[in-house]
């Protein structure tokens, strides 16, 4: 069974960048046609999309995040990551990773790790 | 971006009766549209894909239907476990966007 499980900070300083990795069990992230993706959700809000890594090394990101967001993957360790630059306090979240079926779903979620932007 | 507007924003409704709830799509995403199921504390749960086929585990009182611009989320015959935010998310364009959530609560 597929699991998913983010690991990182949970304290980051404004203007510093917030660090994120989401290692994967039960399933490479290198099987033909998933998404590898990112989501968050500040504290009493709603979720927000804020990127994808495709198996093949295609990489999408929410246009509104674009300009500080990075996303890579490491095969070897069967895990993929999350940049996020520039932290300022609306980038407290609880950050998700996720799996999305080629057409576009979410079966599969990581448990969600609060990340806090405080000096 | 597609902007999805959900309503109402709170739902209360007694256990045992039924739960409408609607997702509007600021332009058209066919039948890419997923609901969600999120509980205080936990991970969103996949309960619809396809606008209307069920996930793996998600009882029969749950039904979605809709395509184009308008769907809707029904669950039957609310149980307590059923109450919970509710979700819907478009994949029919980049980028992927969510509905800012439907509270179904204990009336």
């Known amino acids: 069974q597929l699991q998913l499980q983010e690991s990182g900070p949970g304290l980051v300083k404004p203007s510093e960048t917030l660090s994120l990795t989401c290692t994967v069990s039960?399933?490479?992230?290198?099987?033909?046609?998933?998404?590898w993706d990112w989501i968050r959700q500040p504290p009493g809000k709603g979720l927000e999309w804020i990127g994808s890594i495709y198996y093949s090394g295609s990489i999408y990101y929410n246009p509104s995040l674009k300009s500080r967001v990075t996303i890579s993957e490491d095969t070897s360790k069967n895990q993929f990551s999350l940049k996020v630059s520039s932290v300022t306090a609306a980038d407290t979240a609880v950050y998700y990773c996720?799996?999305?079926?080629?057409?576009?779903?979410?079966?599969?979620w990581g448990q969600g790790t609060l990340v806090t932007v405080s000096s | 971006e597609i902007v999805m507007t959900q309503s109402p924003a709170t739902l209360s409704v007694s256990p045992g009766e039924r739960a409408t709830l609607s997702c509007r799509a600021s332009q058209s995403v066919s039948s890419n549209l997923a609901w969600y199921q999120q509980k205080p504390g936990q991970a969103p749960r996949l309960v619809i894909y396809g606008a209307s086929t069920r996930a793996n585990g998600i009882p029969a009182r749950f039904s979605g239907s809709g395509s184009g611009t308008e769907f809707t989320l029904t669950i039957s015959s609310l149980q307590s476990e059923d109450f919970a935010l509710y979700y819907c998310q478009q994949y029919n364009n980049w980028p992927r966007t969510f509905g800012q959530g439907t509270k179904v609560e204990i009336k």
């Open positions: 996720a799996r999305q079926f080629p057409s576009g779903w979410y079966p599969g």
């Open positions: 039960g399933g490479s992230i290198s099987s033909n046609n998933y998404y």
